[in-house]
C-alpha cells in the first residue's frame, strides 16, 4: 500500500523511511508536531502566543496586611523622646498613684508612635507599633542604667540611703517590714548593693520594654482604624 508523503504529497509505499521526492523523513512519533509547532523558528522568533498574565496583588491586600516596614532613621528619634517623657512621667504617678507608676511607658511608647507618623505618612500595623514602643522602652531603660550604674559606681552611699529613706513609705503601703529590714541589711555590703541594683535593673528592663511595646501597638492600631473611617 502507499501513502502521500506528509511534505510534498508523492505516492510513498508503506514501511518506506524516507520519501524519494523530496528526502521528508515517513515514520513519525505521535505527539512532535505539538512540540515543533510551540518551538522557536529558525530566526529564534518564540510564538505568537503570549504567556498568561500573572495576576497582580490587589492594593487593598498590601495596604492592609502588608504595612511597609518601620524606617528607623524616622522612628528612633521619636523613640528617644517619648522614653525621656516617660521616665518624667513616672513622677506625679510615684507621688499619686505609685500602683499605676507603669502607665508612663505605654505613654512614652504612644508618643513614639505618633511622633514617628509625623514623619512618615503611613499607617502602622500593630506589630510596626510595638516594635518602635520597645526602642522607646530600651531607650528608658538605657537612660536608667546608666544612671544607676554611675551612682553605684561613684556614689553608693547615696544609693543606699536612697533605699533607707524609702523604707517607711514602703512599709506604709503594706510591705512587709521584716523583708524590707533584711534587703536593707543585704545592701549594707558592696556585693549586696550590687546584687540590688541589678535585680531592680532587670525587673526595670522587662516592665519598660512590655509597658511601652503595648502602648504603641494600641495607638497605631486605634490610629489606622481612625484613619479607615
Not at 143 to 154: E, K, R, W
Amino acid at each position: 500500500m502507499e501513502h502521500p508523503c506528509h511534505k510534498c504529497g508523492a505516492a510513498v509505499e508503506d514501511g518506506t523511511p524516507f520519501c524519494k521526492q523530496c528526502g521528508a523523513p515517513q515514520i513519525r512519533v505521535p505527539g512532535i508536531e505539538a512540540v515543533e509547532s510551540s518551538a522557536p523558528g529558525p530566526a529564534g522568533i518564540a510564538p505568537t502566543e503570549s504567556a498568561p498574565e500573572v495576576p497582580s496583588i490587589p492594593s487593598v491586600l498590601l495596604s492592609e496586611g502588608g504595612s511597609p516596614g518601620v524606617q528607623w532613621a524616622h522612628a528612633l528619634p521619636g523613640a528617644a523622646l517619648g522614653a525621656v517623657v516617660s521616665l518624667f512621667s513616672l513622677l506625679p504617678f510615684a507621688v499619686l498613684a505609685p500602683a499605676f507608676g507603669g502607665l508612663g511607658f505605654f505613654l512614652g511608647g504612644a508618643l513614639a508612635v505618633l511622633l514617628y507618623r509625623r514623619h512618615v505618612k503611613s499607617h502602622l500595623s500593630a506589630g510596626a507599633g510595638a516594635k518602635i514602643g520597645a526602642a522607646s522602652g530600651a531607650f528608658a531603660f538605657l537612660y536608667v542604667a546608666i544612671a544607676m550604674i554611675g551612682i553605684l559606681q561613684y556614689n553608693p552611699e547615696a544609693c543606699r540611703k536612697a533605699m533607707v529613706d524609702s523604707a517607711p513609705q514602703l512599709t506604709a503601703r503594706g510591705y512587709d517590714a521584716q523583708k524590707l529590714q533584711q534587703l536593707l541589711e543585704q545592701v549594707k555590703t558592696p556585693e549586696g548593693l550590687t546584687s540590688m541594683v541589678v535585680t531592680f535593673l532587670f525587673y526595670g528592663f522587662l516592665i519598660m520594654i512590655i509597658g511601652s511595646s503595648i502602648g504603641g501597638a494600641l495607638y497605631a492600631a486605634w490610629a489606622r482604624r481612625r484613619a479607615q473611617m
